[in-house]
T-cell receptor, first 116, second 115 residues
């Protein structure tokens, strides 16, 4: 299957700082990338969908100014958690896919964020 | 209504036995795709198997097979000859033909394989 990298895998930061997470599709051009958040023992919660070259589409209840998403190319999307607070601590997962029904999502390994 | 329902929060199976993880879905779109993913404790999401709504045969991938019952809107995952490494969370997901920009996930099933 296709490979999606995500960096960093772990980040610990102080409250009030911003954190950037990168998601790269290494061996295919992803027309669409998704950003998810996952709490322990729960399912994935979709935060936003980003298509290359256009603004991200955020799910209801997700603050656009808090979680900035940029999808600058077909292989790179970034999520920036601005002015992070302890309640933003979570596991963030990105995925990449192509625009076809049978295309699966290829997931990054995830980023564990801890805000102190 | 929930798009994807997984009614088994947790399952136990003896090593080398088969296990079925349930998944039902809800859609009015005649064109859709169903996916199963495995998430070990490390957190990575691993794609297992895909079934298209127009596929005539049940999908199989090694020890994984999908029991697709279209009229009942169910897409159960069958794992044969369970191994200790199969212990993980399993998620069922759906993608609809009228919107490729969304995957709907179930709440997951935690599978524990006993030695």
């Amino acid at each position: 299957g296709a490979v999606v990298s995500q960096h960093p895998s772990w980040v610990i930061c102080k409250s009030g700082t911003s954190v950037k997470i990168e998601c790269r599709s290494l061996d295919f051009q992803a027309t669409t990338m998704f950003w998810y958040r996952q709490f322990p023992k729960q399912s994935l919660m979709l935060m936003a969908t980003s298509n290359e070259g256009s603004k991200a589409t955020y799910e209801q209840g997700v603050e656009k100014d808090k979680f900035l998403i940029n999808h600058a190319s077909l292989t790179l999307s970034t999520l920036t958690v601005t002015s992070a607070h302890p309640e933003d601590s979570s596991f963030y997962i990105c995925s990449a896919t192509r625009q076809a029904l049978q295309e699966t999502q290829y997931f990054g390994p995830g980023t564990r964020l801890l805000v102190l | 209504a929930q798009k994807i329902t997984q009614t088994q929060p947790g399952m136990f199976v003896q090593e080398k036995e088969a296990v079925t993880l349930d998944c039902t879905y809800d859609t009015s779109d005649p064109s859709y795709g169903l996916f199963w993913y495995k998430q070990p404790s490390s957190g990575e999401m691993i794609f297992l198997i895909y079934q298209g709504s127009y596929d005539q045969q049940n999908a199989t991938e090694g020890r994984y097979s999908l029991n697709f019952q279209k009229a009942r809107k169910s897409a159960n995952l069958v794992i044969s000859a369970s191994q200790l490494g199969d212990s993980a969370m399993y998620f069922c997901a759906m993608r609809e033909g009228n919107n490729f920009n969304k995957f709907y996930f179930g709440s997951g099933t935690k599978l524990n394989v006993k030695p």
